[in-house]
């Protein structure tokens, strides 16, 4: 049972930030208890990094598919075309795990509310 402050975001993803206070089970100078409770929580205006990032690979993908529409029927663009669409699909991949990994902290917070 020590204590811990924590950041949240408008989003709902959050993280522990600094440690507050030491709980009476444990005696031995330094070590925690391992048990994380909210001391204060603190509500940051901006977006996480996590949503930034995945705004990033949005446009980075919708950049991509643009470009491959763009050079689909030109011959002279085939390997472009190619490279472009298998870097989109590597975007995709990243972004989709962005994503999952937004939603697994977000739904952690919701369910302990």
């Known amino acids: 049972m020590c204590f811990y402050d924590q950041k949240t975001w408008g989003c709902g993803y959050w993280k522990w930030a600094g440690f507050r206070q030491q709980c009476p089970k444990e005696y031995r100078t330094g070590e925690t208890c391992g048990l994380k409770l909210v001391y204060e929580s603190t509500i940051v205006g901006a977006q996480c990094k996590v949503c930034d990032a995945i705004d990033k690979k949005k446009r980075k993908y919708q950049k991509k598919t643009n470009d491959m529409a763009r050079w689909k029927d030109d011959p002279a663009q085939w390997a472009n075309y190619e490279t472009a669409e298998a870097d989109a699909a590597k975007?995709?991949?990243?972004?989709?795990?962005?994503?999952?990994?937004?939603?697994?902290v977000t739904m952690v917070r919701r369910r302990r509310d």
């Open 91 to 104: 975007i995709y991949d990243e972004w989709t795990q962005l994503i999952a990994e937004h939603n697994e």
